[in-house]
């Protein structure tokens, strides 16, 4: 099946420790993006990638980065300088200039 | 870069009844406008979408208007049902020069009452 995939769907991580979120898709899509999502902040912008090795920062990229060495594939890594890691992320992926498709989430919970 | 504003927050509705979330963006090089639902614990799916060229388009109970000299797009839901209760944003996407960038509202929460 076609589809955009985000995995694991719960991650739980220590202080001062790097996490590395999945996504892949096989809808053939140039686009990919995360954001972030918190309670009554709708959805903000991490990073996104039009096009394979290359990405571009969102509004909020402080304490992440991210690969795109392949079309199907951009990981998104929480990395110990994010100071309030605990959210719920979004991968998406699109075409040029049409609908974004969204992958279930990951919950990421700092323990 | 672009703002979009969202409202209500929340939204209860008896069942039947219509439901109507209000958008408004300030790019006016934006020219696509989808709508999102989002049940709990998922990612957001899109429901109905707008390009700038049209004015209103409608797929069964749900519907969507676009002033593009107000800069402000609607959701209208018709005939709500339980399930429709999900939170709903709006987006709006820009062209930057390192591609497009969608740019969400901050969501509304929609309950409709049995």
């Known amino acids: 099946d076609g589809g955009i995939t985000q995995s694991p769907k719960y991650l739980f991580r220590k202080e001062g420790q790097n996490v590395t979120l999945s996504c892949e898709q096989n809808l053939n899509h140039d686009a990919m993006y995360w954001y972030r999502q918190d309670p009554g902040q709708g959805l903000r912008l991490i990073y996104y990638s039009q096009i394979v090795n290359d990405f571009q920062k969102g509004d909020i990229a402080e304490g992440y980065s991210v690969s795109r060495e392949k079309k199907e594939s951009f990981p998104l890594t929480v990395t110990s300088a994010q100071k309030n890691p605990t959210a719920f992320y979004l991968c998406?992926?699109?075409?040029?200039?049409?609908?974004?498709?969204f992958g279930q989430g990951t919950r990421l919970t700092v323990v | 870069g672009e703002n979009v504003e969202q409202h209500p927050s929340t939204l209860s509705v008896q069942e039947g009844d219509s439901a109507v979330i209000k958008c408004t963006y300030s790019?006016?090089?934006?020219?696509?406008f989808p709508w999102y639902k989002q049940e709990l614990g998922k990612g957001p799916q899109l429901i109905i979408d707008i390009r700038s060229n049209v004015g209103e388009k409608k797929d069964q109970r749900i519907a969507v208007t676009l002033n593009k000299t107000a800069k402000h797009f609607s959701l209208h839901i018709t005939e709500t049902q339980p399930e429709d209760s999900a939170v709903y944003f709006c987006?709006?996407?820009?062209?930057?020069?390192?591609?497009?960038?969608?740019?969400f509202g901050t969501g509304t929460s929609l309950t409709v009452i049995p």
């Open positions: 998406a992926s699109g075409p040029e200039n049409t609908e974004a498709f």
């Open positions: 987006a709006a996407i820009a062209k930057r020069f390192a591609g497009n960038q969608f740019y």
């Open positions: 790019d006016s090089a934006s020219n696509y």
